[in-house]
């Protein structure tokens, strides 16, 4: 779906995207690894129960997710992108956030009752 909103793009707009986005990278990984430490650890180290840790990591990441979609919005919307790549963009997201937060679930239900 994405893809075909980026053919649409000019060349320079194309380039500009992939350097929007790489900024952000290493500070998207940094900030989605500590809290994944931070509960390990505290899985290990007994302070709190494995399904609770797991139960915190993805609240975490569901919030996380949310956040770095509206702020990827933003950011298209200040570089001046066409409206139609935009809203492209963020049907393309919202499907992968569902199929994410349906398999998230599915394991939450299977661990619980299996």
Known sequence: MEQKSRIKLNSNKREQLSEIFS?????IYLVSIIPLILVTIGILFELIEKNLGFKIYT??????LV???????????LKN????????????TTVIF????????LLIWLNENY
């Open 81 to 92: 992108y066409p409206e139609s790549y935009i809203t492209s963009y963020l049907k393309s």
């Open 23 to 27: 900024r952000h990278k290493i500070i």
């Open 67 to 77: 956040l770095l979609r509206l702020l990827n919005s933003k950011i298209l919307k």
């Open 59 to 64: 609240v975490f990441v569901i919030v996380l």
């Open 98 to 105: 569902v199929g994410l937060i349906v398999y998230i679930f």
